[in-house]
């Protein structure tokens, strides 16, 4: 069985190949950033650029900045999430205080 962030990191590197250094990534811990990053590495086989990694338990500066500029970006954001895993979903449910 393959792990979650395996197909985490083989689907956003199909998808951006090279370019995923632009891409930011939040995860609950740093161990699972640690993880996004080794699974990623296996699957380029090459050195690459890391995307951002941000951990929520160690970074809420960072997550609460993204959280604000993001509320803006929110409906790319579920369109994106919808088209790569085929899951229906939408931000209205989101709240923006």
Same mark, same amino acid.
């Given at each position: 069985? *393959?792990? %979650?962030?395996?197909?985490? +990191?083989?689907?956003? =590197?199909?998808?951006f190949?090279?370019?995923? =250094?632009?891409? *930011? ?6 161990? +699972?950033?640690v993880? %996004?990053?080794?699974y ?8 690459? %650029? ?12 960072s %997550?609460?900045?993204?959280? =604000? ?5 929110c ?5 994106? &999430? *919808?088209? *790569? &895993? ?12």
């Amino acid at each position: 069985m *393959t792990p %979650f962030l395996h197909r985490v +990191a083989q689907t956003f =590197y199909s998808r951006f190949g090279n370019e995923l =250094y632009k891409q *930011t990534f939040v995860f609950p811990n740093k161990r +699972a950033g640690v993880f %996004f990053q080794k699974y990623l590495a296996e699957i380029a086989g090459k050195p690459i %650029f890391s995307p951002r990694i941000i951990s929520l338990s160690e970074n809420r500066e960072s %997550f609460l900045m993204i959280s =604000y500029i993001g509320a803006k970006y929110c409906s790319t954001i579920s369109t994106m &999430w *919808t088209k *790569t &895993w085929q899951m229906p979903g939408n931000c209205s449910e989101t709240s923006t205080t």
